[in-house]
């Protein structure tokens, strides 16, 4: 009872720190063994890089699909033909998942200075699977370092009058959509365009009644030549019969003084007739084009009233829009300040020298304030109907 | 190992220089650039906006100390000044430029304060100060000419005649100048009762004033062509409707007003009564921007009238 306590329950402490070693172990030897497992049961392909300057490429290499790591390079070699053969062992998760026209690239590390470089494989779209040993086509990914010298370097060159340009385009952009500001904020543009279209569908409305009287005026007038026509007709008739000494008016008419009015009466009746006839003749032209007429002149009305509504439309809209053209004015030149500042690109942009001065004010023979009153009492509200006494 | 130390502080110290070394604006670039945007907007019509960017480019030429540069900017500032209706200020930026200069910028600060000058005397002398500065710039000769002969108008409107003359004689194209003679032209015309001369001299100054870019004056030019043809109230109609819609987009309402006021009698005299109503609304609204009408009798608590 004397002894301390790790002397008495010494057994019990070597066998808990036994076990615990054990176990620790144990979990070790599972670890390993399913991580070999994952590598070791994959499958074997090859990635080909057919375009020199492959480098940094060695065994142990990982190989990444979709960022996660599915494999990794067990060897290269350099076929007769001169091109890269990456041997790799791909997972077998993998095995369905790359297809016969996925590709790899390598990529390398910046400047091979810094990070490890890897394959990434881009799964293709082709139906028929990668067959154990198959090929995927690799390529090589430029250098980071380079590819952003090389991107600068352009952007400097091309991007500094590029961005002057685009300057100029935004100061005039900004001076359209003032005018377009000083369009939208005119008094009451709204609600005369409003008047302007309701007046145009009441012309339009008037025009298509005018255009239906028309019509029917000419049917009408149709109608009583051909009675005239028809009376015309029967005179002729009564006439002939006359000349011929046919009946009581004939013999009646007998006489040669009567005679000869008669032929003159006949004589002006024939003109009259030839006269309505060529009336009749141009009329019926009339009247058999007036129907398309009508039509045209229906149809473009209906066009005149849709184009009227599709602006009624869009005419809310427009000021929205402006106001999103001048947000994105406002972020261009934001943008363009930035760039302005930067040292990289500043100098594209800096004023090279003093705007123009602006133009000299003189006096001018400018009446007087007006009286407000009296403009007041001017474009006071009349009651509707009231005529202008002036 | 070391190689990608190394490697890696060379891109933090190259991304640190792109990203984060931005290296400010020179005084005088900024003070360029601020002259620049004040023209932009003194372009786009905006006094207001124009004199506040010449103010920041006016700050950093006297922090460089370079006094043409603030000489040229403080004239320029008050022409902004001026059109924005702030006389005072301009006046004080004009005199500051005609103590310390001479030549065309002495010249135009004393045009400057000719036109701002509430009497007659002060505005004489100052364009006498003009003629003197301006050497043998036909423009600014030209301004000043035009400019005293608005002064002799009512008066003497033969000695004003001769001043038009003489400044046409000057053979200055510039569009502004063209327009303010122009404008004095016709004014003068109107009180002589010519108004067939009047409306040409008036159109040609619009034509002139929008080649300026001065909505103001466009709006002026078209009011006076407007009463020129009074005698065709369908022409004088129109013109009059244009000028209300111009001098309301110059911020000019009481000349919006008045405008619309002649808009709508014209409108009236022609029988288009609709039309009519419209400038009378149109009119009403530039009077409310200059001095909202009184409530009528249970109406304090309207809603304003919509914006035009």
Known sequence: MSQPF??????????????????????????????????????????????????????GVAVRVQSQRAGIVTGSSVGEDGHVRAHVVLSNSMRYAISTDSSATLYTPMAGLAGEPYIEIAIGKAPTRLAIGGQIEGAVAGDVLQLTTD?????????????????KISERGDRMLAKAEMILELPATATAAEAMFAR??????????????????????????????????????????????????????????????????????????????????????????????????????????????????????????????EELLGEG??????????????????????????????????????DLEALRRALAPRARGAVDAR | MRASAVGFGLIVALGASACGGSAPLGRREVALREAGLGEAAMKRGHPVQAARRYDAALAEARALDDRALVARLLVDQAVALVRAGRCDLADVRAGEVMRSQDGPLRARAALVRASCARSADPAREALAVARAAAGKDGCLLATADCSEGALL?????????????????????????????????????????????????????????????DAAAVAAALHGEALARDA????????????????????????????????????????????????RDNGSRALDRIAPSPPADGAATAAPAAAP
């Open chain 1, 6 to 59: 790790k002397l008495r329950y010494q057994n019990e402490i070597v066998g808990v720190f036994l076990v615990g070693a054990f176990v620790v172990i144990l979990l070790a030897v599972l670890l390993v063994a399913r991580d070999g497992r994952e590598i070791g049961d994959g499958f074997e392909c090859e990635i080909v890089f057919r375009e020199p300057g492959v480098g940094l490429l060695r065994e």
């Open chain 1, 151 to 167: 991107v600068l370097r352009v952007l400097r060159s091309d991007l500094g009058p590029s961005l002057m340009a685009l300057r």
């Open chain 2, 153 to 213: 108008a009512a008066s003497e409107p033969g000695r004003a005649a001769e001043r038009y003359r003489a400044a046409a004689g000057r053979a200055c194209e510039q569009p502004d100048v063209v327009a303010l003679c122009s404008y004095n032209e016709g004014r003068l015309a109107m009180r002589s009762a010519a108004p067939a001369r009047a409306a040409t001299a008036f159109a040609r100054s619009a034509d002139a004033a929008a080649r300026a870019g």
């Open chain 1, 333 to 370: 030149r934001a943008v363009l300040g930035a760039v302005e500042r930067h040292w990289l690109l500043g100098a594209q942009l800096r004023p090279k020298g003093a705007p123009a001065p602006l133009p000299a004010v003189g006096i001018r023979d400018d009446a007087g304030a007006p």
């Open chain 1, 200 to 325: 145009a569908d009441r012309a339009a409305e008037r025009a298509e009644r005018a255009l239906e009287r028309t019509l029917g005026l000419l049917e009408r007038l149709e109608g009583t030549l051909d009675k005239t026509d028809a009376a015309l007709a029967g005179a002729g008739r009564l006439v002939s019969r006359i000349e011929k000494g046919e009946g009581l008016v004939g013999r009646a008419l007998a006489d040669p003084v009567m005679e000869r009015r008669v032929v003159e009466l006949v004589g002006r009746l024939a003109g009259t007739l030839d006269t309505v006839e060529r009336l009749m003749a141009q009329t019926g032209k009339a009247v058999a084009v007036a129907p398309e007429l009508v039509a045209e002149g229906r149809a473009a009305l209906r066009d005149m009233a849709i184009v009227a509504a599709e602006l009624r439309r869009i005419a809310p809209a427009v000021p929205s829009m402006a106001g999103q053209v």
């Open chain 2, 232 to 279: 065709d109230p369908a022409a004088s109609a129109d013109l009059a409707r244009r000028a209300g819609h111009a001098a309301w987009s110059a911020g000019r309402y009481p000349l919006a007003a008045e405008a619309f006021a002649l808009c709508a009698r014209q409108f009236g005299r022609s029988g288009r009564d609709e039309e009519a109503g419209t400038c």
